[in-house]
């Protein structure tokens, strides 16, 4: 089974500017979370989706936005890049099952720099 | 989010068995403790999760105290490879949000 893709892999992008990030989840897995990790504040979750809803959201500005469209695949924003958005991303999609806990399989990150 | 508590680092040599503790005090009935394990320049990668009874698969084992305040990851043998950042993280039944802490770095010396 192919793992959690993410695309692209690097990007680097001038300050003001938007950006968009693709990931497509596991076959089968319908929930979708994105996290930004960077040396200063680690590992924080920024949203998740589910069923094309977003269900949860982290504590972070309107500027971050994401979707999740039918095939479970899902794209996040950010808009008017700031310095402080150069971080790696990471998105991580999970089974999803009423009253159980699975686990979350993460991709390898789009790495973003703005300059 | 109940929060954890896990020591900043520790180190083991190779071959040996490594235990790394976890403190979730606040730990509420429906919560899950999940482990997640970051090698360099990778992302997290699933460990091992229980609820209330001691937990084994083919990475580690979990063992979970009888009053759930706390929890130990068990690697069996632990080799170069297993050096990373290990994160323990309590997860309600009810949504994916992992709220990771600083975790914990494992050194592993050959």
């Known amino acids: 089974k192919a793992g959690v893709t993410q695309t692209p892999r690097y990007l680097i992008k001038t300050r003001g500017q938007q950006v968009t990030l693709s990931c497509s989840p596991i076959?089968?897995?319908?929930?979708v979370s994105w996290y930004q990790q960077t040396p200063g504040q680690g590992l924080q979750f920024l949203f998740e989706?589910?069923?094309?809803?977003?269900?949860n959201k982290g504590n972070f500005p309107g500027r971050f936005s994401g979707r999740q469209f039918s095939n479970s695949r899902s794209e996040m924003n950010v808009s008017t890049l700031e310095l402080g958005d150069s971080a790696l991303y990471l998105c991580?999609?999970?089974?999803?099952?009423?009253?159980?806990?699975?686990?979350?399989?993460f991709g390898p990150g789009t790495r973003l720099t703005v300059t | 989010d109940a929060k954890t508590t896990q020591p900043n680092s520790m180190e083991s040599n190779e071959e040996e068995p490594v235990h790394l503790p976890c403190n979730h005090s606040?730990?509420?009935?429906?919560?899950?403790i999940h482990w997640y394990r970051q090698l360099p320049s990778q992302g997290p990668e699933y460990v091992i999760h229980?609820?209330?009874s001691n937990v084994n698969n083919r990475m580690a084992s979990l063992a979970i105290a009888e009053d759930r305040k706390s929890s130990t990851l068990i690697l069996h043998r632990a080799t170069l490879r297993d050096a990373a950042v290990y994160y323990c993280?309590?997860?309600?039944?009810?949504?994916?949000?992992?709220?990771f802490g600083a975790g914990t770095i494992l050194r592993v010396k050959s």
């Open positions: 989706y589910f069923s094309e809803t977003q269900r």
């Open positions: 076959s089968g897995h319908r929930s």
């Open positions: 229980g609820l209330t």
């Open positions: 606040t730990i509420s009935g429906t919560d899950y």
């Open positions: 993280i309590l997860r309600d039944v009810g949504g994916n949000k992992l709220v």
């Open positions: 991580a999609s999970s089974l999803v099952k009423t009253g159980l806990s699975y686990e979350q399989y």
